[in-house]
């Protein structure tokens, strides 16, 4: 998705208050992503966790 919206992890990282290296470590799996950053993401991305998730294939993001 980062890729597809033209971002860099640098872009992610700065919105999610963190040095490139961690998020980067997210990102390929190395690390396991905290649920802050789930939802942070699914913010920064106007999806739904769920989505981000691979839990459906539907993007939008629930009604507030």
């Known amino acids: 998705m980062r890729k597809d919206r033209n971002k860099t992890q640098q872009d992610v990282a700065t919105f999610l208050n963190m040095h490139r290296g961690v998020y980067c470590r997210y990102e390929s799996g190395e690390r396991e992503m905290p649920v802050w ?28």
């Open 37 to 64: 950053v789930v939802n942070q993401l699914a913010d920064y991305y106007h999806v739904s966790t769920d989505y981000l998730l691979g839990r459906t294939d539907d993007p939008t993001p629930p009604k507030r």
